[in-house]
């Protein structure tokens, strides 16, 4: 079992910044990928970002790269998103999500079913 928890949403203005964390307890954490996905209203979950065990390697969505920056700190058994440049479009709930069933793949997954374990989401309103 893994339990995440996200925390650092909030109401922001368009330009500004936000860093979203999600705390990881149960498995080793070191050892699976964690993933950003974020979901608007009226709209199916999306993914944002992945990083792999190691946070030698991610990936974003398109229409956050540049903007968003995902990292993670085993020691703390945590993962952050750091959003910069903030637009309305981004306002949605973010979850984090590990996928511990595939422990240390060297590329992190980027599709919802592939992860196991979700947090309970946290809110990201970004006023124009």
């Known amino acids: 079992q893994v339990q995440l928890v996200e925390s650092g949403g909030g109401l922001v203005q368009a330009g500004g910044s936000l860093r979203l964390s999600c705390a990881a307890s149960g498995r080793t954490f070191r050892s699976y990928a964690m993933g950003w996905f974020r979901q608007a209203p009226g709209k199916e979950r999306e993914f944002v970002a992945a990083?792999?065990?190691?946070?030698?390697?991610?990936y974003y969505a398109d229409s956050v790269k540049g903007r968003f920056t995902i990292s993670r700190d085993n020691a703390k058994n945590t993962v952050y998103l750091q959003m910069n440049s903030l637009k309305p479009e981004d306002t949605a709930v973010y979850y984090c999500?590990?996928?511990?069933?595939?422990?240390?793949?060297?590329?992190?997954?980027?599709?919802?079913?592939?992860?196991?374990?979700w947090g309970q989401g946290t809110q990201v309103t970004v006023s124009s």
């Open positions: 990083i792999n065990w190691s946070g030698g390697r991610t």
């Open positions: 999500a590990a996928a511990v069933s595939v422990p240390l793949i060297a590329t992190p997954p980027r599709f919802h079913s592939e992860y196991d374990y």
